[in-house]
């Protein structure tokens, strides 16, 4: 199945479950799913859809679906609760931790269903070997545990996704660019051998979730077949593309999570849209199936701004850095309209060119152990 060729350009699939960007977290929370609606008008406001080979409104996942991973309790759970009858299921809603993060919200588990079908229908066309990439921003929900709830994610697009891409190919390499690291994915695959993850993230005492240190390498058969890099704020575009640059690989998922750009309201780093979408670039040239996902991303104009780009930078296509006009217009304002307002230099750049040296050799290190 390993037909692609990166001097061709790619059969693009396209997913965006219709009604995805509608459903809300809550008034404070920071994660809007609207940043979904925008992306999507800014792809097809730039015409990409005239390049993109296929464009579906997936079905959403079956409860089996879901429980290929998910505790099946976890699930019947998430189908049952609503904002109305909460209140009488108190122990199970910390069991599952759907608290704070991860609140109950009307319709949660149609939102859940959605983000987690197209990844999963993006998995099966790649296996079925009938497009080269598939793009789900809606997914990417990377903190999800088998029987719990975490940071925002309810369930596991990219575990069901890699779980999917592993009956029909040896392996998998999951490589993570949002700002958290990607704990549930690593903790689902921590033991096995056929699926490589590596996570860029911030790394300090106090930066959510905690994990994701040097040295957290697999265990058991999976020991060395997992990578982890810890960042300090304020890291650049040349110290992040030289570190990215190191990884190699087979089937990929690419998790895009765009908190790790400048200026993101939960993020630290300093990257602008160029290099976020550089490392898309740079994957997609391995030519190998590819699954693209979304995840993080806070300050909701530059998410759609990262990721309408990014689809560009995957089917090929140059666009212009004047925006087409939305109906969201309004949100795109401050640059006066711009693909790629300056982002960068706001933070302080805490990575030392010596840390980031050692980081780069101990993963240099590990590449060779495994001969790759
Ligand atoms: C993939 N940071 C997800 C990233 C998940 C980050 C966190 C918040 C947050 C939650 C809110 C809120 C917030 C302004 C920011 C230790 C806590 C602190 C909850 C209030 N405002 C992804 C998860 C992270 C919820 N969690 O990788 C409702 O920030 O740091 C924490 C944990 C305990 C719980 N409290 C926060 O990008 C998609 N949460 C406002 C309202
Ligand atoms: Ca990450
Ligand atoms: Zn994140």
């Known amino acids: 199945t390993e037909r692609v060729n990166p001097h061709s350009r790619p059969i693009v699939s396209y997913y965006f479950p219709k009604g995805v960007g509608e459903h809300h977290y809550g008034e404070r929370h920071p994660m809007k799913p609207h940043r979904l609606s925008l992306t999507n008008a800014l792809v097809m406001g730039y015409g990409l859809d005239k390049q993109i080979h296929h464009i579906y409104n997936p079905r959403p996942a079956t409860r089996e679906e879901l429980e290929v991973y998910h505790d099946p309790q976890y699930i019947d759970f998430l189908s049952k609760v609503t904002p109305a009858n909460q209140d ?199 030519g190998v199936p590819l699954l693209v996902v979304g995840g993080g991303g806070y300050t909701v104009k530059n998410v759609s701004r990262c990721w309408a780009y990014e689809t560009a930078v995957l089917v090929g296509a140059d666009i212009p850095d004047t925006l087409p006009a939305t109906v969201y217009d309004a949100f795109f304002a401050d640059s006066g309209w711009k693909l790629h307002p300056p982002l960068t230099g706001k933070v302080d750049n805490l990575n030392s060119p010596a840390g980031l040296q050692r980081i780069t050799m101990s993963i240099r290190e590990k590449l060779r152990y495994l001969g790759g």
């Not at 190919?169 to 990607?182: A, F, K």
């Not at 860029?200 to 077949?225: E, Q, R, S």
């Open 88 to 286: 009488d299921t108190k122990h199970l809603i910390d069991t599952f931790n759907c608290v704070e993060d991860c609140p109950i919200f009307a319709d949660m588990f149609e939102f859940c269903k959605m983000y987690a079908g197209a990844s999963l229908a993006g998995a099966r066309k790649l296996s079925a070997g009938t497009t080269d990439t598939a793009i789900n921003w809606s997914g990417g929900l990377h903190h999800a545990k088998r029987g719990e709830a975490n940071g925002f994610c309810y369930v596991n697009d990219a575990v069901l996704a890699i779980l999917e891409m592993l009956k029909y190919h040896p392996r998998v390499l999951y490589i993570d660019i949002d700002i958290h690291h990607g704990d549930g994915v690593e903790l689902a695959f921590y033991h096995s051998n056929r699926v490589m993850t590596v996570s860029f993230h911030k790394y300090t005492g106090d930066f959510f979730p905690g994990t994701g240190k040097l040295d957290d390498n697999g265990a058991g058969l999976g020991k060395h077949f997992c990578i982890n890099v810890p960042l300090q704020d304020g890291v650049d575009d040349d110290m992040y593309l030289t570190v990215f640059k190191t990884v190699i690989g087979d089937t990929i998922v690419l998790q895009c999570g765009a908190d790790s750009l400048g200026l993101d309201r939960l993020g630290a780093f300093n990257l602008s849209i160029a290099a976020h979408g550089e490392c898309v670039n740079y994957v997609r040239t391995f």
